[in-house]
DNA sequence: CATTTGCATAACCACCTGGTTATATTATTT
DNA sequence: AAATAATATAACCAGGTGGTTATGCAAATG
């Protein structure tokens, strides 16, 4: 609820989606998801913080480590947005040709 | 199929989702795409070229116009990939109670 | 208490993004 | 043939993005 940051934009880095899929089922610190990706500390404690803006993340600290996890359900509206469309692409498979056909 | 520009990346402007669901039940010239947003013609042609590169849009010229409609079943591997996490949100409700829990 | 560990912050960088205006190109209209 | 219309392209710009290294700081460890 009231994300800051837009999820449409923190999922379109191909580097964030991994963190997601690495978090879905398992709590990592965020060292933890460091060694995961070939890049500094910072660059990764950035994307986390990121996804943490608009929800996709959830983190508690414990001490000087900090324990993190997905929360997914901040992707349904990603999900949602897709699916309004799914009508559309089951119903009316060739577009190219359609748009090509009224030519008279 | 063989999308050059990620789809992801292509949806992360809310201007090209509002070009999308434009385009999802109407086919457009550039212009009459134009006139729905208040911004010059060449940023909405180039809005248009994105997501042509991504498969989202297919482009017929005909004549000196361009007739445009959204291709939506480019936003299958979106969709898919959401979907695929609905199962834990669906399952795992209380992820911070859940972080928080376990400190014994 | 000194050291190490986990993470954040700052300062910096190259490149990308989303917009602009001006102009070119091609097709239609008069 | 000249004018207009639809779109693309070029050149430019401010601000954002994704990365770096260096450093700071609180918490845990020896």
Redesign the pocket.
């Known amino acids: 609820m009231t994300a800051r940051?837009?999820v449409f934009?923190a999922i379109?880095?191909p580097?964030?989606r991994a963190m997601i899929g690495l978090l879905a089922n398992r709590t990592l610190?965020?060292?933890?998801?460091?060694e995961n990706?070939?890049?500094?500390?910072?660059?990764?404690?950035?994307?986390?913080?990121?996804l943490m803006e608009c929800g996709l993340v959830v983190?508690v600290?414990?001490?000087?480590?900090?324990?993190?996890r997905a929360n997914l359900s901040a992707l349904e509206e990603v999900a949602r947005w897709a699916e309004q469309y799914r009508a559309f692409w089951n119903d009316r498979l060739d577009i190219l040709g359609d748009l090509l056909k009224n030519d008279e």
Do not use: L
């Open positions: 940051r837009d934009q379109a880095d580097t964030r610190t965020i060292n933890d998801v460091a990706f070939v890049m500094s500390q910072p660059a990764v404690s950035k994307h986390m913080h990121i983190m600290k414990k001490g000087r480590e900090k324990h993190c």
